[in-house]
């Protein structure tokens, strides 16, 4: 029922002159996030039942997301790789060790690919020092040499 919803929505956009959204967020009609739900069509394509595929396809100007794909999530290798050397090392190199990082510490990076990351350095040390039993040898030494306090 929701899907239906969802897909009349769309087409009364098509049927009003309006350009389906493309990304979440961009057209919110009724509480709904069409923007998303034809993101998630998309993406989605090869799980669609074949007559949901067709009209999408042939009611509504879709089509399957082919290679534009979302990029993945990050690992817990990569969020640790990002908090350490990113946010902790720049805390550092600004008040000389993490003993005094506050619980709303927040920093900012820029990627590689030029967009900006937050990251809630606080939480994470925070979290760190509560669960500093269950950490890596290797991962307490990274702390240590930036000076944690435990």
């Not at 919803?5 to 087409?11: D, G, N, Q, S, T």
């Not at 799980?47 to 290679?67: D, T």
Request: net charge positive.
């Amino acid at each position: 029922m929701a899907w239906q919803r969802r897909y009349r929505l769309c087409r009364g956009l098509i049927e009003a002159g309006t350009e389906l959204p493309t990304d979440p967020g961009q057209i919110t009609l009724q509480g709904e996030d069409l923007g998303a739900w034809v993101q998630a069509q998309r993406l989605g394509w090869d799980q669609l039942l074949p007559a949901r595929a067709w009209m999408l396809e042939n009611m509504l100007p879709l089509s399957p997301a082919g290679s534009e794909r979302p990029s993945a999530a990050r690992t817990q290798n990569d969020e640790w790789a990002l908090n350490i050397s990113g946010a902790a090392k720049e805390f550092h190199a600004r008040e000389g060790s993490l003993q005094t990082v506050p619980r709303k510490a927040v920093v900012q990076l820029s990627e590689p690919d030029g967009r900006q990351t937050t990251v809630k350095l606080g939480l994470f040390i925070g979290n760190c020092r509560r669960r500093a039993d269950k950490l890596t040898s290797e991962r307490r030494a990274e702390l240590d040499a930036l000076g944690m306090r435990w």
